[in-house]
């Protein structure tokens, strides 16, 4: 008998340390390339190393139950897909960056590798027990595939670099999804997660979604994300939580009859009160968050001149006669009015500032929610000063048209850009031009009216005078085909036209032009005349055809 209980006691302690010599397991050694990891398998596992801390494979496969490694500081995991024998390998907060493939665990039900700096993962497929993995807070930039995982009921991978999901075709298992913290902008078809009760997507670059895509899953969030456009939930009435805040988001479907829908979170999009208030109708409408909402508006900076009027206003819950209009400036309540617009008359120069609106609605169930617009600048400055404007006309005007520059940097207070209109004092012609440069197609005295961005006008007391060239031959093409139609006299008084026989052919007061015709209006022959200004000044002029 004492022969006996020594056997036994010999052979416990051969399983202990991992030797089964019945089974003829042969040790065989490998260097492990992280230190670390070679001290803690020494130290909790000394069955599995030799005295140079080498790790004996053979061993390595009697391992059961749970490796707690986390928060060792391990950067390589090499080695430990020779622990054939674990149920749960528990990796987090450790700095791996490479984590091998490990087709012998069959045996693992989670792999926890939480808060490590992976930049990729092996293939698990072979591992179809496994039925919790956490790869959150890593660096990954891809995911192997993972169909057939049908075991699987927990996947979290929040926080990485993902930009797509990997086909996870047949995990029928899987219950809880968080894929939160990435860069995703679709899902691939999840129509085979059939258990697929809890989804979350949070912080993605998702535009827009078709969550038919998932039509089993209840619970989703899409907080954060660059949504446009609500997600389709088309026929999916199973759905008891959606959770969309933090959008971009504007209109809303017809929700009446997911009467299942017990939280729907909208806050921190762009929804006015017209577009919430359909909400108002669903059973479960006081359980929904919908306040705060995102400013809503454009930004915009309006200009305007001391004296005149602004008007502020906005594009959203025009036709909504249940609002109440609050209107800022600089903080400061200055008006209150039912619509989305606000006037301000006879403007001063201390009327400028930061403007916005806070929106109240008296529709029961919004006694809560307080809309705010975005603010809108004005600027209110001094109407433009042309007092010391001044011009000039180009060196040789001897042939129309002729060009006249302004110097608009005498220009005080002008909000640019600028119009400019010439009236010709003696036809009435009128000329439009959007620079300070221009071309005049005649002499001849004209008067200026400019007018600025923020519609301040102003007329010059001084007529400007379009000279033509005294060295230039005074030569008419009255039917247009030459270079002058017509000869411009800007002195004040009167001139005759006389042939070359010394007869009065034309006589017209001045300022004024002589198209070359005669007093009664007929057609004069071509020739040599002379124009005569009262009485003193005479000018030879050859009309020509």
């Known amino acids: 008998m004492r022969f006996l209980t020594t056997i036994l006691l010999h052979i416990k302690k051969c399983l202990r340390y991992g030797v089964l010599l019945s089974m003829g397991l042969q040790a065989q050694y490998i260097t492990l390339p992280d230190t670390v990891l070679a001290n803690y398998l020494a130290t909790t596992y000394p069955s599995v190393c030799n005295a140079s801390k080498q790790l004996d494979t053979s061993a390595a496969k009697l391992i059961t139950g749970s490796f707690n490694g986390g928060r060792k500081g391990f950067t390589n995991m090499e080695g430990i897909q020779y622990f054939h024998g674990l149920q749960t390998l528990l990796l987090i907060n450790n700095s791996i960056r490479y984590f091998p493939p490990i087709p012998k665990l069959i045996n693992l039900t989670e792999l926890d590798l939480d808060s490590n700096q992976l930049t990729e993962l092996p293939d698990l497929r072979p591992n179809y027990n496994l039925y919790r993995l956490r790869v959150s807070f890593n660096k990954l930039t891809y995911l192997p595939p993972m169909n057939g995982m049908f075991k699987l009921h927990q996947f979290f991978c929040r926080e990485n670099k993902l930009t797509a ?44 979604i078709d969550l038919r895509q998932i039509p089993h899953v209840k619970e989703i969030s899409l907080r954060n994300n660059k949504l446009v456009k609500f997600p389709n939930i088309a026929g999916m009435t199973q759905i008891t939580q959606l959770m969309l805040s933090g959008n971009l988001l504007d209109s809303l479907p017809d929700l009446s009859s997911y009467v299942n829908l017990s939280l729907l979170e909208l806050h921190e999009n762009k929804f006015s009160f017209e577009d919430l208030a359909p909400l108002r109708s669903h059973p479960n409408f006081a359980l929904f968050k919908l306040s705060p909402q ?17 008007t ?68 209110v400055s001094n109407c433009m000063d042309a007092s010391l404007l001044s011009w000039e006309q180009s060196s040789s005007p001897c042939q129309a048209p002729l060009e006249i520059r302004l110097d608009t940097a005498s220009l005080l207070n002008a909000e640019f ?20 440069s221009w071309t005049v197609p005649s002499p001849g005295i004209y008067h200026l009216s400019i007018s600025d961005r923020a519609g301040c006008e102003v007329f010059l007391s001084k007529k400007i005078e379009v000279k033509k060239n005294e060295a230039c031959e005074p030569v008419l093409y009255p039917d247009l085909a030459g270079t002058e139609s017509s000869y411009f006299v800007p002195e004040t008084g009167e001139a005759k036209i006389y042939d070359i026989n010394g007869n009065v052919v034309c006589s017209f007061t001045t300022p004024g032009y002589w198209n070359g015709r005669s007093t009664s209006g007929g057609r004069l022959p071509a020739g040599l005349y002379v124009l005569v200004i009262n009485e003193k000044v005479k000018i030879q002029l050859n009309l020509m055809y």
Request: no cysteine.
């Open 165 to 208: 999901l990997p086909d996870m075709t047949g995990m029928t298992g899987l219950y809880h999804f968080i894929g939160s913290d990435n860069l995703l902008t679709s899902i691939p078809d999840f129509s085979s997660l059939t258990n697929l009760n809890r989804m979350l997507l949070i912080n993605n670059k998702f535009t827009e």
């Open 294 to 310: 995102k400013n809503l508006g454009t930004p915009d900076t309006l200009y305007s001149k001391v004296g005149k009027s602004v």
């Open 312 to 379: 502020l206003s906005f594009d959203f819950d025009k036709q909504v006669t249940t609002n109440t209009w609050i209107w800022y400036r600089n903080g400061i309540p200055v008006d209150t009015t039912a619509i989305p617009a606000f006037t301000k008359t006879n403007l001063s120069l201390s009327d400028g500032g930061m403007y916005e609106a806070k929106v109240k609605s008296s529709l029961s169930g919004f006694s809560s929610i307080v809309l705010n617009s975005v603010p809108i600048a004005v600027e």
């Open 417 to 436: 850009p600028l119009q400019y209109v010439l009236e010709n004092s003696n036809n009435g012609n009128r000329y439009t031009f959007q620079r300070a």
